[in-house]
């Protein structure tokens, strides 16, 4: 029971041990009673104007997310968790401890039916790991676990920009253990796929695992995943941007992938259609190499 409902009149420091204790006993069983209990008390204490403070809010959070209560551990993370572009003091004043946060991806990410994740909660989760986050999955053994929630909750609302991000940070850190397969690969370019700035910033991606030097980062380069990376060349032609297209063509044959023909000659008329004559008459050159046919009409 709550302290209100027994007639009671808690300070904010009673309230704060009992939630703590709830906390606690949700962890150790694992059950969501308790993690919804200490809920109800943070709850109580907002109405009575009485203040959690940051650490206690963490174990909070990390409760409900550890127990799936997402509905609370939406609402204690969008109270403490600072605005993104919020000042430093402000930042470290309400700071997520990192458990939190890392229990907070995991539990979004698996939301069922892999419904699609809100864009500003996405945004506002990367902004509370601050300058942190390459630590936070890179340092020491890795975190593949980790890095992979927030790939594809940034693949889930079209944030593809920052999904790179971290899959580059993932993938070109040096740290096996940290670095992520073809599947979340695949599923981070079908989301890139659907703007030009999401085929861009993939083309861009390919570029750095190129040049990183980590054999890590090999499983997931054109030479290993050449098929998937493949999917973007008509993605950039059906988006406006054949040019990125072609960028990610050339990479992949210079990495010893050659993609089909067919996708090889949309992307040729895609070039054409969008007047950039240079790749075009370059590509043609390196179709007609391959030994590719290119079809009457096609021809120069």
Do not use: N
């Not at 605005?83 to 939190?100: L, N, R, T």
């Not at 179709?287 to 096609?298: K, T």
Request: charged content about 20%; some cysteine; hydrophobic content about 45%.
């Amino acid at each position: 029971r709550s302290l209100r409902a027994a007639g009671l009149a808690g300070s904010a420091e009673a309230y704060e041990s009992l939630l703590r204790a709830s906390c606690r006993a949700a962890l150790a069983r694992s059950h969501p009673s308790p993690a919804r209990a200490a809920h109800g008390l943070y709850s109580e204490m907002g109405s009575l104007g009485l203040a959690l403070p940051p650490a206690a809010a963490s174990q909070l959070l990390l409760a409900c997310a550890r127990t799936k209560q997402a509905a609370q551990a939406k609402e204690v993370f969008e109270r403490f968790a600072p605005e993104p572009g919020h000042a430093a003091e402000e930042a470290a004043a309400a700071e997520v401890e990192p458990a939190a946060l890392r229990a907070f991806a995991l539990m979004l990410s698996a939301s069922p039916g892999g419904e699609p994740c809100d864009a500003s909660l996405v945004r506002r989760l990367l902004a509370a790991h601050g300058q942190a986050l390459a630590e936070r999955l890179v340092g020491g053994a890795g975190d593949r676990e980790h890095g992979a929630a927030l790939v594809r909750l940034c693949a889930s609302c079209g944030l593809a920009e920052q999904g790179c991000g971290v899959m580059s940070t993932l993938a070109c850190s040096g740290v096996a253990a940290a670095t992520p397969g073809p599947s979340l690969l695949g599923t981070l370019l079908a989301s890139c796929a659907k703007s030009a700035a999401g085929v861009e910033h993939a083309a861009s991606l390919l570029t750095r695992l190129g040049e990183a030097t980590h054999p890590a980062a090999a499983r997931l380069a054109a030479s290993k995943c050449g098929d998937v990376w493949a999917t973007l060349l008509d993605a950039a032609c059906r988006t406006g941007v054949p040019a990125a297209g072609f960028g990610v063509y050339r990479t992949l044959v210079s990495r010893g992938f050659e993609p089909e023909a067919e996708a090889s000659l949309r992307l040729l008329q895609g070039l054409r259609s969008g007047g950039v004559s240079a790749a075009a008459f370059e590509l043609r050159a390196m179709l007609l190499q391959r030994g590719v046919p290119i079809p009457e009409g096609e021809e120069e």
